[in-house]
């Protein structure tokens, strides 16, 4: 049965103070399982995905939630390593090991589970994930410009709805995409608002507790309790703002390249704890799938689904100019003074684009970028401590420099 989508909710009691919070959003991976739990326990069906190329709205038009399963730590990577080569990026393996030990309570808990052909090693890893795990594959063009491309997504759109039809034995109309997509856009409107935070300078809040409201709204499944939260959080800080709250002016950081999450966050700590302050993130976490809005006005809802998703700016995509024009735009609209790549070990599509990224942000935007590659492990924190210190050092001396 197709559960419509709520127009409408009482108002949930925010904390009242910032720090409590961005607290609640920090625990919102390590809680929502339980409700996740009290959702499929009502007979709501979960459908699990690993990349920000799904389209969310078809899942919510086929009255499912949608989950993240990217897994963020290396505890089941010895696990995957018993079926996939141990140099392959981090995030497949650990995605991999939580899914065969049943160790991830929100892959336990997905019906079903969608991948997508954005890297040669997830669309591998996926084949041998069905053997214990109902899958479903979709076809992600590896170029945007051509119609054929287009056309394509469009039909693996279409594809997608009819298997969720089947498979929940729904009936996913028009309308209820539409519905899907006005409310998908409410969302991503409260996030651009929050995020965009990181633009007032002098900062207001830190990009850890950035991170952390981005990061930890994916894992609340109430829609309209998110955008409210997202939107009095926003208001919040706005008003702490306006009344003389500022931190310390630091040089402001971009943080572009693989997802992060988890174990990686040690990259923030180590820029925020070493003198600089990240006001900005182009990843999948943040920015990059978020920024563009699905075109509400377009008759078909396919068409208008597909010029959004397929305008991602990811690695995995051949000429991938909207990377680079997202990029350009938030450096503007946060004056950053720097950027740093943040690289998961063997991601091959992040690693080959950086060298593309790096002439385009010191040649054409004459900012400067530190490539940092990485993994799950915790052995390279001292390592990232003294190049990310070292990074800083240098803006703070072209800032004293340029004055």
Same mark, same amino acid.
């Given at each position: 049965?197709? %559960?419509?989508?709520?127009?409408?909710m009482?108002?949930?009691?925010? *904390?009242?103070?910032?720090?409590e919070?961005f607290?609640?959003f920090?625990?919102?991976?390590?809680?929502?399982?339980? %409700?996740?739990?009290?959702?499929?326990? &009502?007979?709501?069906?979960?459908?699990?995905?690993? =990349?920000?190329?799904?389209?969310?709205?078809?899942?919510?038009?086929?009255?499912?939630?949608q989950?993240?399963? /990217?897994?963020?730590?290396?505890?089941?990577?010895?696990?995957?390593?018993e079926?996939?080569?141990?140099?392959l /990026?981090?995030?497949?393996k650990?995605?991999?090991?939580?899914?065969?030990?049943?160790?991830c309570?929100?892959?336990?808990?997905?019906?079903?589970?969608?991948?997508?052909?954005?890297?040669?090693? &997830?669309?591998?890893?996926?084949?041998y994930?069905?053997?214990?795990?109902?899958?479903?594959l979709?076809?992600?063009?590896?170029?945007?410009?051509?119609?054929?491309?287009k &056309?394509?997504w469009?039909?693996?759109?279409v594809?997608?709805?009819?298997?969720?039809?089947?498979?929940?034995?729904v009936?996913i109309?028009?309308?209820?995409?539409?519905?899907?997509?006005?409310?998908?856009? *409410?969302?991503r409107?409260?996030?651009?608002?929050?995020?965009?935070?990181?633009q007032l300078?002098?900062?207001?809040?830190t990009?850890?507790?950035?991170?952390?409201?981005?990061?930890?709204?994916q894992?609340?499944?109430?829609k309209?309790?998110?955008?409210?939260?997202l939107?009095?959080?926003?208001?919040?800080?706005?008003?702490?703002?306006?009344?003389?709250?500022?931190l310390?002016? &630091?040089? *402001?950081?971009?943080?572009t390249?693989?997802?992060?999450?988890?174990?990686?966050?040690?990259?923030?700590?180590?820029?925020?704890?070493?003198?600089?302050l990240?006001?900005?993130y182009?990843?999948?976490?943040?920015?990059?799938?978020?920024?563009?809005l699905?075109?509400e006005?377009?008759?078909?809802?396919?068409?208008a689904?597909?010029?959004?998703y397929?305008?991602i700016?990811?690695?995995?995509?051949?000429n991938?100019?909207?990377?680079?024009?997202l990029?350009?735009?938030?450096?503007?609209?946060y004056?950053?003074?720097?950027?740093?790549?943040?690289?998961l070990?063997?991601?091959?599509?992040?690693s080959?684009?950086?060298?593309?990224?790096?002439?385009f942000?010191?040649?054409?935007?004459?900012?400067?970028?530190?490539?940092?590659?990485?993994d799950?492990?915790?052995?390279d924190?001292?390592q990232?401590?003294? *190049?990310?210190?070292?990074?800083?050092?240098?803006?703070?001396?072209?800032?004293? =420099?340029?004055?």
């Open positions: 049965m197709h %559960t419509p989508i709520k127009k409408g009482d108002k949930v009691e925010l *904390r009242t103070s910032l720090p919070i607290d609640e920090g625990e919102a991976r390590r809680q929502g399982f339980l %409700t996740v739990k009290e959702i499929k326990e &009502k007979g709501k069906p979960v459908v699990g995905v690993y =990349c920000t190329f799904m389209p969310e709205e078809l899942v919510l038009a086929g009255g499912a939630i989950i993240s399963l /990217c897994s963020t730590s290396d505890e089941t990577i010895p696990d995957a390593e079926d996939l080569p141990r140099n /990026c981090p995030l497949i650990s995605s991999y090991g939580f899914g065969k030990t049943d160790k309570p929100y892959f336990y808990f997905s019906d079903l589970v969608v991948g997508e052909t954005t890297c040669d090693g &997830k669309k591998k890893m996926y084949e994930m069905e053997e214990f795990k109902d899958t479903y979709m076809q992600l063009p590896h170029m945007r410009d051509t119609e054929e491309s &056309k394509l469009y039909s693996e759109l594809r997608f709805k009819e298997k969720l039809e089947d498979f929940l034995d009936e109309t028009e309308e209820k995409i539409r519905e899907a997509i006005v409310l998908k856009n *409410r969302e409107q409260a996030k651009q608002n929050f995020y965009r935070l990181g300078n002098p900062p207001a809040i990009g850890q507790e950035i991170f952390q409201v981005m990061y930890g709204s894992y609340k499944f109430d309209e309790e998110v955008i409210q939260m939107d009095e959080t926003t208001a919040k800080v706005k008003e702490e703002y306006d009344a003389g709250k500022r310390e002016k &630091k040089p *402001r950081i971009l943080v390249g693989s997802p992060m999450g988890g174990v990686t966050e040690k990259v923030i700590r180590a820029i925020e704890e070493n003198g600089g990240v006001v900005a182009e990843n999948c976490t943040v920015a990059k799938a978020v920024e563009r699905v075109d006005t377009e008759e078909d809802v396919y068409q689904l597909t010029d959004k397929i305008n700016g990811c690695a995995c995509m051949s991938n100019q909207p990377r680079k024009e990029l350009s735009q938030m450096i503007d609209d004056q950053v003074d720097g950027v740093i790549d943040m690289v070990q063997n991601c091959i599509p992040f080959v684009e950086s060298l593309k990224i790096k002439r942000l010191n040649e054409e935007k004459h900012t400067p970028y530190m490539y940092l590659e990485t799950y492990s915790t052995s924190i001292e990232i401590n003294t *190049r990310v210190t070292a990074f800083i050092e240098m803006l703070e001396e072209e800032a004293v =420099c340029t004055q």
